[in-house]
Every structure is written in structure tokens, then in C-alpha cells.
């Protein structure tokens, strides 16, 4: 029976479920733990920073910019680059359609969130999911943030936590009217203008509250993404956006369906105005590149990274779009004010450089159908102890021609582009000056004279600038090192085909600028170190009283030293036995350089250099053609004329390129001992053979210098001694009626004038100088005295000053203490950042480590007091 009853039972269900819920549950706590130890100290620190960013904020920080100035390196004034403040308009004068169709199209929730739109998250996220296909989640107070505030478009955690957590402070501190007023004369939208009123004045040269419902529909379609809606370059895509906008307009119940249908059909009807205002730099090319430079600061500032090589042509093009679009936000930002930019610019020094140039090509006044004179020029000097541009010519006039050619003109190098590409990186394999190549056919590849000459030595090969010999260095290189050396000394426009050796003969697919090819050169005097370019000393951000830029000349390793000797001796060599003879200075002897000259003479080029300048300079017809001979020349012709002006400007010493202690020299002849960086028995030698010599001069000159009264003038020793003895007695005299009361001041000071010229009459030296420094000190006792009266009778007054001064003192140790406490977090925040760049290896990390140096330098400059950075890197 028990049996029976067994059988009859069902067995019984275990459910599974709660076990899977739990082990759910158990993964996502322990992914929740391990994302809060690997980010959590960043998501604190981000948090930090935005409420630090937040309790400085008011509204003179979403109000018109005082102008952009730009400082020489003096300090004075070279320009004020102003935008009319008058585009910033009042909400009450805001068209109101402006206002609700762009609440409408970009958030719609607006008036209901505080700052951050979770629902409007949600759809995002659910968006991308299940329709595949990107939804905004940020909302107009986030997007205000981002582009205002934080100025900064990088996709990261941390920006967009500070982001959020700003977006919500401000929501706190301003009505909702207000931040639509601060978003609409804030937003960016495109070619440089900056809010609805610019842009409507911009495009359709109409005030914003005159604008047809078409034209209104447009503008608010732009700021989704000012570059992909740009009316001007992709008028399609601004029609389809436009038309999107009256869309949501008319389903919203702004606007009616016969509205819609009317706008809709309706062409852009754009009417450009270009913004003019008192903003024009192309006048002088030393200004001009420095709004270049503090644009692309700008634009690094803001979380764009530069890029300069590239997988293929795809992402270079994608990435010249996003350039562009950056570049032509970061300056209007310039010009719409707030920043002041001090350079490294020396008027004199460009004025002169310039004429210098002017000078050399006045002969060539032939014009081309655009009445520029032809052939055209540029030319960029560079200091090469700190890589600092001294001096940059764009042209031979900005008369009616605003094209700043040693930035903007890419033509190709040449020749001259053989130690950069082909001989430095030889010089690192193995190679020396005196090494043996072979100068024979190679891929067709041709010189430049008829024929070949065979075997020869690597130092005669840049001298008479063999095609082939290059080539073969070149390719060689089978890990096209020369491309990334290239990369990292900043060439803007290398393409990926440039991986190719037939660019050391100066084959690239866009050309270089004499920017680029002078700082490349420069590279050799400090070792093969690459210092970036530029003309800029710092840019203060005044609005949000912080720097964002300072140049620190970091140096980046391109070359070893030992081939950048080897580079230079070889390239003295062109000078003075090869083809660069023409640029071969008159007043310094150590001149190294090299040609360059394209095929049929299109373009010619010469860099050249001294242990403390390197000078790039092209000749070239704007719309290239044939030059003639004596038009390759000027290239080098400029160079001599300017290179003897800065040696004698610079007062540079007549002394050779710093060589090296592994290098041994024998004549021409270079070789490398790296087991003996000690000096050589000749170096001690010359040494003590130079002290002794000094030794030996000092001391004749020393006996010539008391010896003189008797060689020079025939006095005995009785006569010279008699007139020592007058000036003694009169030093005595003097100093037994001292000052007591200021009416003595005057006949002390004629007692002093009379012992001035006893002492003119004594000609023994060593005496005259004794007594010279007697009568200088009882000058300055008697000034002080002098002083003192003088003080006695402002004691009242000194004494308030005293205390203002006191009082300013402290505000100012005050508020300097308070920047250091509000870059703190900033600090903390990079200095994390950094180590987990450099314990990751991350491709950023030197910009990362950039970007701490200088928030650190910006603490220290208020006063702050940092640890030096050290960084452990196991390698």
C-alpha cells in the first residue's frame, strides 16, 4: 500500500529562477564595484570640478567679451580683434518664434527639467538600441554648458559629468527665460558667427526679428551640427533640415499647415554678409600667424587633437572636415573677445626681415593675371635655442594679397627635403659623411645633371644633391621611419601615400611650408630635438580668468645627436663646397644648409642655418611655371642678405655647431666612439694652452694698464704721484665737512664736480680707478642723504602709502590664494588623468602630460606650491 502511495506522488518542482535573479543581481553589483574602483575617483573629481566651475559663474560669462588683445613681446599693443557687440540681444527683443521653435525642434521638455532631461536620456539610449539611430539627449542648459562653459567637445565621462552637474547649478542660479536668452545669442552657428542675431546677419543680412519663417526655420536647424547644415557648402542638406524644422513647428501647433506647405517649397534665398570689423591681421604676416597659432591653441584647448599621419585617404579627409569645422569655431571665439594673447613678436625684427626680402626680389615686378607680383616668396626664421618663430614673411606685399604663404603655401621642397627624409635617418643606421655610395639608375629616377658618376661618398652626395644616391637611403628605410619623423615634427599634410622614399627627393603628394621645413631643420641644433613652432608666449582667458596656454617649448626626440651632427658638418659642407655656395655668409663662417629646386625649376628652395637661427625660404610662381635661372637664386639671395643681418642683430659669437663628445672629427672625416665620452688628450691640451694664454694677456695687460702715464703721456713718477696726491687731500676735505642740512646739498655737489677734475689730470690707471670708485661712492651717499631730507617731509604720506600698500598686498596674496584653491581640482583631476595615460599607454599621453605641466605652471604662477611631476614608467 505504502508503495502504491509512492507511486501515486508526483515528485515535486525545484524552480530555478531565483537562483538566476540572484546570480544577475550578484554580476551587476560586482561590475557596479569594479567600474566605481577603476572610475570612481574620476566621477568624484568630476563632480568636484563642476561645482567648482559652477559658483564662479554669473551673467557677465554669457555676455558679450571685452575685444581679444594680442601683446608684443614687450608687452605693448599690437592689436585688438573686436566683434560688434551689438548682435547680443535681449529676450525681449528675441523673435518669439525663434525662441519656441527652437525649444521645440532641439528640447522640447525644456521648461519641465533642471538642467538634465532623464526621459529625454531614455529615448536617446532606447533610439540607438532598437532603431538604430542617434537621438540628442543633451538639453539646451547642457549644450549651453558644453559650448560656453566647459568649452570643450570631447566625448568623455568626465566632461560630461561636469557637464550635467554645471547644467544643474545653472538651473539653480537662472530663470528659464534667461539661459534661452544666454543659448541664443551664445550658440554657434557656423563661418564664425556666434548666436541667432550674427548668424541671421550673417546669412540673409536681415535682423533676427525681420526673418521670413523659411529663413527662421533654417537657423535653427544649424546648431544640431553648424558643419554637416551649412547652408553655404551643402545648401541640400540645409533645405532637408531646414524642412524638417517647419515640420516639427507645424505638428506642434506653431505653425499652420498652409504655412508649412508655403515655407517649405520656398529656396535659402541666402544673402551673405561677410562680418566686417576692424579684425583684418593679413596686413602683417607675424600678426597673422599668430591668430593662426592661438586659433589651433584654441581649438586643443577645446579637446580637438591634431593629427598628422593617417591609415588612408578616407580619414584624412574626414579628419581635414573636422579641422575645419573646429578652426572656424575656435576663431570666432577669438574674435568674438575675451582672450589676451602675448606673443614672442618683435616689430623691428619683422619690419626688418621683411625689407630685407622686399629688397632682394625688387627687381622681379612681373604681375600675374590677378595682379600679384610674381615670383612670390616666403620665408621663416627661427630661433633655435627655444624653436620660437623671430621673424615669418608670406609674401612680397599684402597689397590686395591676404595669403600667408609660409603657413598656408604648400609647395614641394625639393631637395632641400634630403636630410629630413633620406641623411639624418642614414646617419642613424650606421652611416657617415664619408661612407661610400653608388650613384647609378634606380626606378628611373634621374639627377639633375646628365648621366651618373658611380661610386662616391655620402658627404659628396648632398653636396651636389645626387637624386639617386637620396633614393636609395630612402628606400633603405624599411620601416619608412621618415614618415613618422615627419608626423612628429608636425607636417600638416602628409597623406599616406607619402610613405614612399621618392619624397626625399621631395616628391610629396600636398608640399610643406618653410614653417615646417625650418622647424624641421632646427631640429638638428639641439640634438635632433623637435621644438612645435609658434610665436605665442601665453593665452589668458580673461571671462574665466584661467590660462589656457603657455609655451613651454617641450622638446619631442626625432633624431639622435650624433646623426644631427653628422647632419650639420654634412650640410656645412653645401655651403662651402657645394651647391649652396651662393648662401655663404660674409660675416660667419659655420654655416650649414641645403638647396632645393623642383623639376623644370618650378620651385626653389634654400634652408639654412647657424648654431642659433634656422632660415627656410621658397620662390615659387603662385600658379606654378618655370622660373629662371636667376630666379632659383633669390631663394638663397634672401637667406645671405637675412642671415647677415641676424648675426650681427643676434650678436651671435663667430663659434661652430656643438659637437658631441662621441664624435671624433678628422678633416672631413667623422666617426663615432661612444666608450670614450671623456675629452681627448688635444681637447686638454688646447684647454691649457687657451688658459695659459688668458693667463698671459690678463697680465700684460694689467702691467700696460699702470704703466701708462709713463708710456703714454712721459710722466714721471714724481709728477704722476704729485697729482694723485691733490684729488687724496681734496677726498679729504670733502669728508671733513659732511651734509647737516639740505641748503649744503648744492655746494657738496660743486665740491664733488672739482675733485671729478683733479682726477681727469691723473693717468696712472690702477689710481685713477681707486679714486673714480671714491668719488662714485660719495655720490650715492650724498644722494641718500639728499633722499632722506626729502623723505622727512613726506613721512605722513609714506606712511599711508605704506598701509595701501599693505592692504593691496594681502587682497592680492588673498585672491591668488583663491585661484590656487579653484585649480586644485583642475590639478588633481589631470594629474590622475596622467597616470593612467602613461600605466595605459595611451597614444594622448604626452598631451595629457602637457596639459598638467601647464595647469601646474598656471598654480605656481599664483603662488601655489607643487611637488615636481615624476613619472615611473616601466618599459
Known amino acids: 500500500m505504502r508503495e502504491d502511495r509512492l507511486k501515486r506522488e508526483k515528485p515535486r518542482k525545484h524552480h530555478k529562477w531565483p537562483w538566476i535573479v540572484l546570480s544577475i543581481f550578484v554580476v551587476i553589483v560586482l561590475a557596479i564595484g569594479i567600474f566605481w574602483a577603476k572610475k570612481g575617483y574620476d566621477i568624484k573629481s568630476a563632480i568636484a570640478d563642476g561645482y567648482s566651475y559652477s559658483q564662479r559663474l554669473d551673467k557677465q560669462d554669457f555676455y558679450p567679451k571685452n575685444s581679444t588683445t594680442i601683446y608684443d613681446k614687450d608687452g605693448k599693443v599690437i592689436k585688438k580683434l573686436s566683434q560688434s557687440n551689438s548682435n547680443y540681444t535681449k529676450s525681449s527683443d528675441i523673435n518669439p518664434m525663434i525662441k519656441k521653435g527652437l525649444v521645440q525642434v532641439e528640447d522640447s521638455r525644456f521648461y519641465v527639467h533642471h538642467g538634465i532631461d532623464m526621459y529625454g536620456i531614455s529615448r536617446s539610449v532606447v533610439s540607438r538600441i532598437f532603431e538604430h539611430r542617434v537621438q540628442g539627449g543633451s538639453t539646451l542648459t547642457q549644450q549651453l554648458v558644453k559650448n560656453v562653459v566647459l568649452k570643450d567637445q570631447s566625448q568623455t565621462m568626465n566632461r560630461k559629468i561636469k557637464e550635467m552637474v554645471i547644467s544643474q547649478e545653472i538651473e539653480k542660479k537662472f530663470s528659464k527665460k534667461q539661459i534661452l536668452e544666454f543659448y541664443i545669442n551664445d550658440v554657434y552657428m557656423g563661418h564664425g558667427s556666434y548666436g541667432f542675431s550674427s548668424a541671421a546677419d550673417y546669412y540673409f543680412s536681415k535682423n533676427q526679428d525681420k526673418l521670413s519663417l523659411d529663413q527662421l526655420a533654417m537657423l535653427i536647424g544649424i546648431p544640431n551640427?553648424?558643419?554637416?547644415?551649412?547652408?553655404?557648402?551643402?545648401?541640400?542638406?540645409?533645405?532637408?533640415?531646414?524642412?524638417?524644422?517647419?515640420?516639427?513647428?507645424?505638428?506642434?501647433?506653431?505653425?499652420?499647415?498652409k504655412q508649412y506647405k508655403q515655407a517649405r517649397v520656398r529656396p535659402l534665398g541666402l544673402k551673405i554678409n561677410e562680418h566686417k570689423f576692424d579684425n583684418d591681421v593679413s596686413n602683417n604676416y607675424g600678426l597673422s600667424y599668430a591668430v593662426f597659432n592661438a586659433t589651433e591653441e584654441l581649438m586643443k584647448s577645446s579637446g580637438f587633437t591634431m593629427k598628422y599621419k593617417f591609415d588612408n585617404a578616407a580619414d584624412r579627409t574626414a579628419y581635414n572636415t573636422r579641422y575645419q569645422q573646429e578652426y572656424e569655431k575656435s576663431h570666432g571665439q577669438l574674435m568674438d573677445g575675451g582672450f589676451s594673447i602675448h606673443t614672442t613678436i618683435n616689430p623691428e625684427l619683422q619690419d626688418k626681415i621683411q625689407s630685407l626680402v622686399d629688397k632682394t626680389y625688387a627687381s622681379q615686378t612681373s604681375r600675374d593675371k590677378h595682379g600679384k607680383l610674381q615670383p612670390q616668396v616666403s620665408s621663416t626664421v627661427i630661433d633655435n635655442k627655444t624653436g620660437n618663430v623671430l621673424a615669418i614673411v608670406g609674401g612680397r606685399t599684402t597689397d590686395g594679397d591676404q595669403v600667408n604663404r609660409a603657413i598656408m603655401g604648400y609647395r614641394q621642397p625639393g631637395s632641400a627635403a634630403k636630410p629630413l627624409v633620406a641623411y639624418a635617418p642614414a646617419f642613424e643606421r650606421g652611416?657617415?659623411?664619408?661612407?661610400?655610395?653608388?650613384?647609378?639608375?634606380?626606378?628611373?629616377?634621374?639627377?639633375?645633371?646628365?648621366?651618373?658618376?658611380?661610386?662616391?661618398?655620402?658627404?659628396?652626395a648632398l653636396e651636389d644633391s645626387i637624386n639617386t644616391v637620396a633614393y636609395k637611403l630612402a628606400l633603405e628605410d624599411k620601416n619608412k621611419s621618415f614618415y613618422d619623423d615627419l608626423a612628429k615634427m608636425e607636417f600638416a599634410r602628409l597623406a599616406p601615400q607619402d610613405r614612399n622614399p621618392i619624397i626625399a627627393i621631395g616628391g610629396f603628394t600636398y608640399g610643406t611650408t618653410t614653417t615646417e621645413m625650418a622647424s624641421g631643420y632646427s631640429s638638428f641644433s639641439r640634438g635632433g630635438n623637435f621644438i612645435h613652432p609658434s610665436n605665442l608666449a601665453n593665452i589668458f582667458d580673461e571671462s574665466n580668468e584661467r590660462m589656457i596656454y603657455q609655451n613651454t617649448h617641450l622638446q619631442k626626440s626625432i633624431y639622435n645627436p650624433n646623426a644631427s651632427y653628422m647632419m650639420l658638418n654634412t650640410m656645412q659642407s653645401v655651403v662651402s663646397d657645394g651647391s649652396g655656395k651662393a648662401a655663404s655668409l660674409d660675416n660667419f663662417k659655420y654655416t650649414a644648409g641645403k638647396t632645393g629646386t623642383t623639376d623644370n625649376s618650378k620651385d626653389s628652395y634654400f634652408v639654412g642655418m647657424t648654431p642659433d637661427f634656422t632660415i627656410a625660404n621658397w620662390t615659387g610662381n603662385d600658379e606654378s611655371s618655370t622660373l629662371t635661372s636667376a630666379q632659383t637664386g633669390l631663394s638663397m639671395a634672401a637667406f645671405k642678405a637675412e642671415g647677415e643681418y641676424l648675426v650681427d642683430y643676434l650678436k651671435e659669437k663667430n663659434k661652430d655647431f656643438k659637437k658631441p663628445s662621441t664624435i671624433k672629427v678628422s678633416g672631413k672625416n667623422l666617426s663615432i666612439d661612444n666608450a670614450n665620452k671623456k675629452q681627448s688628450i688635444q681637447d686638454?691640451?688646447?684647454?691649457?694652452?687657451?688658459?695659459?694664454?688668458?693667463?698671459?694677456?690678463?697680465?700684460?695687460?694689467e702691467r700696460l694698464f699702470n704703466m701708462d702715464y709713463r708710456i703714454i703721456y712721459h710722466l714721471s713718477k714724481k709728477e704722476e704721484y704729485r697729482r694723485e696726491d691733490k684729488v687724496e687731500r681734496a677726498i679729504n676735505k670733502y669728508n671733513k665737512t659732511p651734509l647737516k642740512k639740505e641748503s649744503q646739498y648744492e655746494t657738496k655737489l660743486d665740491e664733488l664736480q672739482k675733485i671729478r677734475y683733479l682726477n681727469i689730470n691723473v693717468k696712472r690707471q690702477k689710481a685713477k680707478q681707486k679714486f673714480s670708485d671714491q668719488i662714485l661712492d660719495l655720490q650715492k651717499e650724498l644722494n641718500l642723504q639728499q633722499a632722506m631730507f626729502e623723505s622727512e617731509k613726506d613721512n605722513k604720506q609714506v606712511a599711508k602709502y605704506n598701509e595701501e600698500k599693505r592692504q593691496i598686498q594681502s587682497e592680492r596674496n588673498q585672491k591668488r590664494k583663491d585661484?590656487?584653491?579653484?585649480?586644485?581640482?583642475?590639478?588633481?583631476t589631470q594629474l590622475q588623468k596622467v597616470k593612467d595615460a602613461y600605466k595605459n599607454d595611451d597614444p594622448d599621453k604626452a598631451d595629457q602630460k602637457q596639459k598638467l605641466i601647464d595647469i601646474m605652471n598656471e598654480?605656481?604662477?599664483?603662488?601655489g606650491t607643487l611637488p615636481d611631476l615624476k613619472l615611473y614608467i616601466n618599459n
Do not use: C
Not at 657617415?432 to 658611380?454: A, T
Not at 686638454?684 to 695687460?701: P, T, Y
Not at 585661484?819 to 588633481?828: A, G
Open 859 to 863: 598654480i605656481r604662477s599664483y603662488g
Open 431 to 460: 652611416y657617415l659623411p664619408q661612407s661610400s655610395v653608388v650613384d647609378s639608375e634606380i626606378d628611373g629616377r634621374k639627377n639633375w645633371y646628365s648621366g651618373y658618376i658611380g661610386k662616391t661618398t655620402v658627404r659628396h
Open 819 to 828: 585661484m590656487v584653491d579653484k585649480l586644485m581640482p583642475s590639478y588633481n
Open 225 to 257: 551640427n553648424p558643419v554637416y547644415y551649412d547652408p553655404v557648402n551643402y545648401p541640400h542638406r540645409s533645405i532637408k533640415r531646414r524642412n524638417m524644422v517647419l515640420s516639427i513647428m507645424n505638428k506642434s501647433g506653431l505653425i499652420s499647415t
Open 684 to 701: 686638454v691640451i688646447d684647454l691649457d694652452f687657451s688658459k695659459f694664454n688668458n693667463a698671459q694677456e690678463k697680465k700684460n695687460s
